[in-house]
């Protein structure tokens, strides 16, 4: 089946730095991924839906000039978080959209990132 | 708007019982796709089974089983003879037809003790 990965898996970092995150579709092409956050033990909330070659569209109450989204090509996706707080540690997790037509509507999950800001 | 309830937070069990996992979603839309997925704890979701609108018939796969029922607008799901390595975070989401954004419930710990 198609393959996400995510990159780091996890990530400490102190207060105030930039953690960049990428997503990769490993075999297939995706024009569409998402970026869901997930506090412990809670749900999934879909931050923003990255579109390749155009501008991010974010969820209300989502900081887009906090969470810069980048999909610079078919098979990548970048999530970098500016000026982390200790508030953002969370664990992200993103989807991609094979463009595939027989699994147009599949989405495939990466096994997530565990960013934790000291 | 769309919403999925997952009732149940935490649910203890010894092994080789039978346990179903509630889920019930609100949608005005009559197009849509249900889903459940398990998180162990590693973290990284595990696809189970994806249930479209107009497919009520029910699945078996294995020693999981899904009942979908419209008419009461729930999607369980029901392991039979558990084992503790069904134990996990089992999450039941919906998402529409032609739209993108998943609506996840708040998710089902299932403990499965020796």
């Known amino acids: 089946g198609a393959v996400v990965s995510q990159h780091p898996s996890w990530v400490i970092c102190k207060s105030g730095t930039s953690v960049k995150i990428e997503c990769r579709s490993l075999?297939?092409?995706?024009?569409?991924m998402f970026w869901y956050r997930q506090f412990p033990k809670q749900s999934l909330m879909l931050m923003a839906t990255?579109?390749?070659?155009?501008?991010?569209?974010?969820e209300q109450g989502v900081e887009k000039d906090k969470f810069l989204i980048n999909h610079a090509s078919l098979t990548l996706s970048t999530l970098t978080v500016t000026s982390a707080h200790p508030e953002d540690s969370s664990f992200y997790i993103c989807?991609?959209?094979?463009?595939?037509?027989?699994?147009?509507?599949?989405?495939?999950f990466g096994p997530g990132t565990r960013l934790t800001v000291l | 708007a769309q919403k999925v309830t997952q009732a149940q937070t935490e649910i203890s069990v010894v092994e080789k019982e039978d346990v179903t996992l509630d889920c019930v979603y609100e949608?005005?839309?009559?197009?849509?796709?249900l889903f459940w997925y398990k998180q162990p704890p590693s973290g990284e979701l595990v696809f189970l089974i994806r249930?479209?609108?107009?497919?009520?018939q029910n699945e078996i796969s294995g020693r999981y089983s899904w009942n979908f029922q419209k008419s009461t607008s729930s999607f369980n799901f029901t392991i039979t003879a558990s084992q503790v390595v069904d134990s996990a975070v089992y999450f039941c989401?919906?998402?529409?037809?032609?739209?993108?954004?998943?609506?996840f419930g708040s998710g089902t710990k299932l403990n499965v003790k020796p």
């Open positions: 989807s991609a959209r094979s463009l595939k037509t027989s699994a147009s509507d599949t989405q495939y």
């Open positions: 075999d297939f092409q995706a024009t569409t």
């Open positions: 990255s579109n390749e070659g155009s501008k991010a569209t974010y």
């Open positions: 949608t005005r839309d009559t197009t849509y796709y």
């Open positions: 249930r479209n609108s107009f497919d009520e």
């Open positions: 989401a919906l998402r529409l037809y032609n739209f993108n954004k998943f609506y």
